[in-house]
């Protein structure tokens, strides 16, 4: 059987070895690159589904690769940084980033969060030869089809990562209920919300502006002030 492919990226050895030996604990296959040019070559010749992305590397820093990889693949991408204010985090998610995991970190934590996102992507993302048709939502302006993990908006279609698709998912798929962001983080991560953070605020506006003709001005992901988010028909 083939082994799941997962790429680390941290110009710290220390680190990138330890990473590796807790995932290939869990029988993952690890490729590791100590910088952005490295990963990049990594990422065209072997099978990736999951990269582990250092934020502060010398040369194209973690931000900036991350919306690289953004422009081709929605493959998960978990950011690894000594860097630990709701800013850094909100930045961080902003160039495209599923997770954020800031060191020094539970390396048991991190594999959790590692098998977490490649259940996500691996559930709306089925193989290429798989011609099923799937269930669509029909909305105003918003089709989405859950088997294909597909959207078009105002006939467009839009590309989505994996957290992005469960997030509209569930809001298109309960029209008119108003989501907390608490509820959202629980239900789309699968687990609980210790602390107040930014997180789900920030996959909400990246939502937006793909979605949305005018991200300032939404038509389609409404805001109850006070309260959450919802979708209406």
């Excluded at 953004?70 to 800013?87: F, V």
């Excluded at 559930?123 to 909305?139: C, M, R, S, T």
């Excluded at 939404?218 to 309260?227: A, H, L």
Aim: hydrophobic share 40%; net charge negative; charged share 30%.
């Amino acid at each position: 059987m083939k082994k799941t492919g997962i790429l680390v990226i941290d110009d710290d050895k220390e680190i990138a070895d330890l990473v590796e030996i807790h995932l290939v604990s869990e029988g993952y296959q690890v490729w590791k690159a100590n910088s952005a040019k490295d990963g990049q070559q990594l990422l065209e010749n072997e099978d990736i589904k999951l990269v582990i992305l250092d934020i502060m590397m010398p040369g194209t820093d973690g931000l900036t690769f991350c919306k690289e990889i953004r422009e081709t693949s929605t493959i998960p991408i978990i950011m690894l940084s000594a860097r630990s204010t709701d800013l850094d985090k909100i930045i961080g998610l902003g160039t495209g980033a599923d997770d954020y995991v800031t060191k020094p970190f539970n390396p048991l934590e991190l594999t959790a969060r590692v098998k977490s996102q490649l259940r996500r992507y691996t559930k709306f993302n089925p193989g290429a030869h798989d011609e099923k048709q799937g269930k669509e939502i029909v909305l105003d302006h918003l089709i989405i089809n859950k088997d294909n993990h597909k959207v078009n908006a105002y006939g467009k279609d839009v590309k989505l990562t994996p957290i992005e698709f469960d997030i509209l998912y569930l809001l298109a798929s309960n029209v008119g209920r108003v989501f907390s962001t608490d509820e959202i983080f629980e239900r789309v991560w699968n687990e609980k919300m210790y602390e107040a953070n930014n997180t789900v605020m920030v996959h909400i506006r990246r939502i937006r502006e793909k979605i949305e003709m005018d991200s300032q001005n939404s038509k389609i992901i409404k805001t109850v002030w006070g309260v959450g988010y919802k979708i209406e028909q």
